[in-house]
């Protein structure tokens, strides 16, 4: 999944300690902590599968009133770093020094999905005055990498069938695992199954399913109403003692619906050049959807009018037969990321 998404999410909850600060009253230090060095425990790993390496991190960080340990609430602490391309969230916990130039560590556990060469890519720290460092490392000091050797990465991809769906109708998650290395099936493979937010959020959960023999799993969501939601699958590696789990792979899917369009005009003749109402609704339902009016001329349908669908999904349009003789109409609703385009039944009006 998106690891920005996930980063964000992470940070968000964890800057929310800072509503607890000590007021800053006069002469009260305003300087955030600053980041002196980055240390890592090894500059290569090789690892495989769906196997799990550790790397320490050692920060040392300095301030003239001292760094401070605050929680979250929720399991995250200051201070913190984000490591990698995949944003990995890690905390630190002091090691040795003092509060006001000490080292502080974290252990990341590192997967064989990660690229070929990572390091960390921001750090927060807040003092005992409130003050906070917000930082990426690779812009104030000289940043360490590592390089990673992996192999047999499982690659986890996401379908949602029948695409598009129409509305209240079934909807059918299918997750398949391959190795990356020989392109076969992964069968049996523990893996982890989400729903909406705990895509991006998800930091602590466990396997809830398995492939089965051909490195598939199948859920059905039954028909009966819209599961608009993404729908997402990874394999979860061991939790590391004070960090979150670490995900190996990801994918997701979003079920695209169909538009199903109604369209009933008011009087099905009308003198040339009168406005004729057409009323009719979308669905799934949808407030604010620019439908198209089109008139077909020869083969070609051609737009000759818009409205927007209102809080009830029902939208009303104008027709104006523009001369005598029958003229056929019909509704598009354009598609957009989460809907397939449909139209509405063709019908005629005739020019009197």
Not at 179 to 203: F, H, M, Q, Y
Not at 304 to 313: C, H
Request: contains cysteine; glycine residues 10%; hydrophobic residues 40%.
């Amino acid at each position: 999944m998106n690891a920005f998404r996930r980063r964000t999410a992470v940070l968000a909850g964890i800057l929310l300690l800072l509503t607890g600060t000590p007021a800053r009253g006069a002469g009260a230090d305003t300087t955030a902590p600053e980041l002196a060095s980055i240390d890592l425990s090894r500059e290569s790993i090789t690892v495989a599968g769906t196997d799990v390496e550790l790397l320490t991190v050692s920060v040392r960080l300095t301030d003239d009133v001292g760094v401070v340990t605050r929680y979250d609430g929720a399991g995250g602490t200051s201070p913190f770093l984000f490591f990698g391309s995949r944003g990995v969230p890690v905390s630190l916990v002091f090691g040795t020094g003092i509060p006001q130039d000490g080292v502080w560590t974290g252990v990341v556990a590192v997967t064989s999905d990660w690229a070929a060469r990572e390091q960390p890519v921001q750090v927060v720290a807040q003092d005992e005055a409130g003050n906070t460092l917000d930082v990426d490392p690779r812009t104030v000091i000289e940043t360490p990498a590592v390089t990673v050797l992996s192999s047999h990465t499982p690659v986890v991809d996401v379908t949602v069938t029948p695409d598009p769906v129409m509305p209240n109708a079934a909807v059918t998650q299918t997750v398949r695992v391959t190795d990356k290395d020989t392109g076969l099936p992964w069968p049996r493979l523990p893996i982890a199954v989400g729903l909406d937010n705990s895509c991006p959020e998800d930091g602590i959960s466990t396997a809830t399913a398995r492939t089965d023999a051909n490195g598939r799993y199948q859920r059905i969501f039954p028909a009966g109403q819209l599961y608009q939601v993404v729908m997402c699958a990874w394999v979860p590696a061991a939790n590391v003692p004070g960090q979150r789990s670490t995900r190996i792979g990801g994918d997701a899917a979003f079920p695209r619906y169909k538009f199903v369009v109604s369209a009933t005009p008011a009087a099905t003749s009308a003198p040339t050049g009168t406005n004729v109402a057409v009323n009719g609704s979308v669905a799934p339902p949808v407030q604010g959807k620019v439908v198209q009016l089109q008139r077909l001329y020869g083969t070609e349908w051609r737009t000759v009018g818009t409205a927007g669908t209102r809080a009830s999904s029902r939208y009303t349009v104008v027709a104006t037969p523009p001369g005598v003789g029958v003229w056929t109409y019909r509704v598009y609703a354009p598609g957009d990321t989460s809907h397939a385009g449909s139209m509405s039944p063709a019908f005629t009006i005739r020019g009197t």
